[in-house]
């Protein structure tokens, strides 16, 4: 019988298995990484994978919750050294844009194949609980900001983050136009969102 691990030797394994699914996912999608391809990554057995993680799927989540994390810290950090409500919605809406420029992992969810492949294998309230965790991070801040008089009183919670959803599709099509283009058009854009919103 194996020897049990310590928390330590857990958490070191878990790192093993992000950095690996996030490398191996990365270069061959979700579909064609095996369970095997992970676990010898990680430098355990098939089975171990199972003690941490009920499928590759379930991983694969997990490393895109973590790259979210990442993303929404950076983007509150560079938030609060915003000067004036108007620069802080800027700030958010123009990073929004470049959001899979700095976290190209995220563009793994824009995939069909592996959104088939998350949709078969993940319990539909896992999958939910994920999409209300996203949205309720941004109605959150919406809300802040409405109660400390940031934003004008037409624009509701559900508008801001209809917007941000949207600057952050129109993100995903920047082999259509080009990252120049795509570049100039956000920043137009979130230039006249946040003159629109602020309420000073």
Do not use: N
Not at 11 to 37: C, I, K, M, Y
Not at 54 to 79: G, N, T, V, W
Not at 133 to 144: C, T, V
């Amino acid at each position: 019988m194996p020897r049990a691990r310590t928390p330590e030797e857990r958490e070191r394994v878990d790192e093993r298995l992000h950095a690996t699914g996030r490398e191996l996912f990365q270069r061959l999608g979700l579909a064609r990484v095996t369970v095997a391809d992970l676990a010898r990554g990680a430098g355990i057995g098939k089975g171990s994978l199972y003690h941490f993680y009920p499928s590759k799927e379930e991983l694969f989540l997990a490393i895109q919750e973590r790259e979210e994390a990442e993303f929404r810290a950076s983007m509150i950090e560079e938030i609060e050294r915003a000067e004036t409500p108007r620069e802080a919605v800027f700030t958010l809406l123009f990073g929004v844009s470049g959001r899979l420029e700095r976290h190209p992992f995220l563009r793994l969810l824009l995939d069909p194949e592996t959104i088939d492949g998350l949709m078969l294998r993940l319990p539909p309230e896992r999958l939910e609980a994920h999409r209300r965790d996203d949205e309720g991070f941004f109605l959150d801040l919406a809300k802040r900001w409405k109660r400390r008089g940031w934003l004008a009183k037409g624009v509701s919670p559900q508008r801001f983050v209809d917007v941000l959803t949207a600057m952050f599709v129109m993100s995903t099509q920047e082999q259509l136009v080009g990252q120049d283009t795509l570049r100039r058009a956000a920043e137009e854009i979130a230039h006249a969102v946040a003159d629109r919103w602020c309420a000073t």
